[in-house]
């Protein structure tokens, strides 16, 4: 991003940002040079809109929204970066907080795929409680700090919670090795 200024009508200065590049990258990536970083965008898997069209198709699917950018490296490294965010963001929002369930609410679990979407885990003996309204709201709260993020049509799926643990996160390859975050709710 080229930030300039202006003073009647004339540039007077061009500076270069880069805080805005290293923001897009996982806090354990942070101090890594330029060159490391480009390993890691070489070898991060893609998204793959496939696995989400299944995702929609799946029983305990309640409601999906969005799509899936088929993107690769570089773009689906800060995709997945994006999503993070994101759901981060709506975990501590107070008007999410109502439908956790610690909180008498039916959600189980808020948190991205490594495939590219959001998840959001329902109770499966509580989905009943889940309104059209509910989901509605949801998915503007979802959609309110995708916004934020540049991200006009996130991908969210809420199912039923069907115990499996779900991998979350970004997945890159650095050094040959895969790293992905898991997660399972108790």
């Known amino acids: 991003m080229l930030i300039a200024l202006v003073f009647l009508g004339s540039i007077v200065i061009i500076l270069e940002n880069k805080s805005e590049e290293k923001s897009l990258r996982n806090p354990n990536h942070l101090n890594l040079t330029d060159e490391e970083m480009k390993e890691i965008y070489n070898n991060t898997r893609s998204l793959d809109p496939g696995l989400f069209d299944e995702k929609t198709t799946q029983e305990t699917t309640i409601a999906f929204y969005g799509s899936v950018p088929s993107v690769g490296g570089k773009e689906a490294y800060e995709w997945r ?88 996160g970004y997945t890159s390859i650095f050094d040959g090795l895969t790293t992905a975050f898991n997660n399972i709710v108790k």
Request: aromatic share 10%; with cysteine.
């Open 81 to 168: 970066i994006k999503l993070e965010r994101i759901v981060d963001s709506v975990q501590k929002d107070k008007d999410f907080q109502k439908y956790l369930e610690k909180n008498g609410g039916t959600v189980q679990y808020c948190g991205s795929t490594a495939s590219g979407y959001i998840c959001i885990s329902i109770n499966p003996q509580r989905v009943n409680e889940l309104s059209q309204e509910d989901l509605e709201n949801i998915q503007c709260l979802v959609n309110k700090y995708a916004f934020k993020e540049g991200i006009y049509n996130v991908p969210i799926v809420i199912e039923e919670f069907n115990g499996v643990p779900l991998l979350i």
